[in-house]
């Protein structure tokens, strides 16, 4: 299986902070690695796809980056609203796997 | 507008088998997969597996031997069974559309006697 690492596991940052999250894989994924918001009690909701698409509806301060094995997730202006954990996910081998979230607060 | 409702019993007695139905509404049929996704309370997203609406399935190796995941195309819905249960699948289940676009609210099942 392919092992994805995100980092940090958590972060706190202030409201309009630019906030990176990064994601590694085990192997090569190409471009096929995704970006998920989680709030607490709701489902995942898919933010970025095949890396560096916005899904239709998301708003542009969120973005994503990279290729091969080594992926960035950035939101560029924090908002209260994007107090959540965050995962990524590779979907170009199966089994799919997800990293272990990353948990991300707002001062 | 795609929509997916999980249900099924929200108690499993240990070594049973667990029973999920995803309702899709929204989409009357589609040529990719459908897959169903569990996070046991507080920890990360474990992918199961997904099916095509052609039935076709492909299964997570860490659960292959005990997961079925069929389709009732007839009825726009797909489902789980998980076989000999025991605590360490308590989990919110969640079904997803292709490309993981779309979810599920999620249910959660509670393997306990």
Known sequence: ?107 | QVQLLESGPGLVKPSETLSLTCTVSGVSNSSYYWSWIRQPPGKGLEWIGYIYYSGSTNYNPALKSRVTISVDTSKNQFSLKVTSVTAADTAVYYCASPFFQHWGQGTLVTVSS
């Open chain 1, 1 to 107: 299986d392919i092992q994805m690492t995100q980092s940090p596991s958590s972060l706190s940052a202030s409201v309009g902070d630019r906030v990176t999250i990064t994601c590694q894989a085990s192997q090569d994924i190409r471009q096929y690695l995704n970006w998920y918001q989680q709030k607490p009690g709701k489902a995942p909701k898919l933010l970025i796809y095949d890396a560096s698409n916005l899904e239709t509806g998301v708003p542009s301060r969120f973005s994503g980056s990279g290729s091969g094995t080594d992926f960035t997730f950035t939101i560029s202006g924090l908002q209260p609203e994007d107090m959540a954990t965050y995962y990524c996910q590779q979907s170009d081998n199966l089994p799919y796997t997800f990293g272990q979230g990353t948990k991300l607060e707002i001062k």
